[in-house]
């Protein structure tokens, strides 16, 4: 055999090899994890988290509810559906000091990029709302959130305040309670997303009638791994039945810790869809979530290929691809 025949069989052995080597590897989208607070309340706790999202690059979700934007002298701005002026299932905040420092931690945190949404005012349930309720509870929400300075006579406010308010696009219902009503009203509201769903696990959010719609999931956890809702709150309901049991809080940190990473895990190592855990501010069982919560994030979020991403940028990213798709 020439030597240009052989050159000839041995290249054409390389061109056969690579026609049936094996395609590479798909590249796995990053680890999207959702980080939400309801509510919102306590200085301190806004401090906090804003501090958690410095060290390890996350951004997170403010629900917030509009009656901590109301004080006593004031209170009576707010009407809910189907009530009289001033009444609120939580309360409304103490002074009008304490309102000022709230809006400087609201606005501080819109600037370091965190979400600002939507936990309606009052915390009623609205489960016997109609549309008309929904849309009048949203427009208490944005007009007090948006005139909050002037209603409470603080003369400080910043510039591009009032965007703020236009910008909060998302919604969780309290007691994550909805209906049919709700999600007729949130796109006439001009809402994207609604954050009150739940589901048995991680779950892809849809998209209907313009409004996302996202589930906290039920995740595995404790020595039987019985499914719980992946919020704070209900985490406390299913270790101490809504009652402190300080001495015992290391162990339902680290049960709660355990919980997080396992269903962060089975996403991380599968098919990575996006793991939403809700928080409030309230310090349960001696603090014992918010200290799992502050373990799992420094371990998660600062990885390269995870991201600890708001709703609201979560949701306008698949507005682009869902545009970009469209003109391409």
Not at 35 to 52: E, G, M, P, V
Not at 56 to 70: D, E, M, N, Q
Not at 279 to 301: I, P, Q, S
Request: hydrophobic share 35%.
């Amino acid at each position: 055999m020439t030597p240009r025949v052989v050159a000839f069989s041995i290249a054409s052995l390389a061109a056969a090899g690579a026609a049936v080597a094996d395609p590479p590897a798909p590249v796995k989208p990053k680890q999207a994890v959702l980080i939400s607070f309801d509510s919102a309340r306590d200085i301190s706790q806004w401090q906090r988290s804003r501090a958690l999202a410095q060290r390890t690059g996350a951004h997170f979700t403010y629900f917030v509810s509009c009656v901590f934007l109301l004080s006593p002298e004031t209170h009576k701005e707010y009407t809910a559906p189907g009530k009289t002026s001033g009444k609120s299932n939580i309360g409304f905040a103490a002074s009008k000091r304490e309102i000022a420092d709230r809006l400087e931690q609201i606005n501080l945190a819109a600037s370091e990029g965190h979400d600002i949404g939507s936990h309606a005012c009052g915390h009623f349930d609205g489960k016997d709302w109609n549309k008309a309720d929904w849309l009048s509870e949203f427009g208490s929400f944005k007009r007090i959130l948006e005139n909050a300075y002037s209603i409470n006579a603080i003369t400080s406010e910043p510039a591009g305040w009032r965007e703020i308010a236009r910008k909060a696009v998302g919604f969780r219902a309290p007691y994550l309670s909805a209906n049919k009503a709700l999600y007729e009203a949130l796109p006439k509201a001009g809402y994207w997303f609604d954050a009150s769903g739940v589901s048995r696990g991680p779950a892809r959010p849809p998209t209907s009638n313009g409004i996302t719609r996202f589930s906290l999931p039920q995740i595995p956890e404790g020595p039987d791994t019985r499914r719980v809702i992946a919020m704070d709150y209900n985490l406390y309901v299913r270790h101490s039945g809504g009652f402190e049991r300080p001495s015992q809080a290391d162990e339902f940190a680290d049960r709660t810790y355990d919980a997080f990473r396992a269903a962060f895990d089975a996403q991380y190592q599968g098919k990575r869809i996006p793991l939403e855990l809700g928080f409030h501010f309230t310090l349960m069982n001696d603090g014992a979530y918010w200290k799992a919560l502050e373990r799992f994030a420094g371990e998660v979020c600062t990885r390269p290929d995870v991201e600890c991403i708001s709703y609201r940028d979560y949701v306008s990213r698949q507005r682009r691809q869902k545009r970009a798709s469209v003109d391409g």
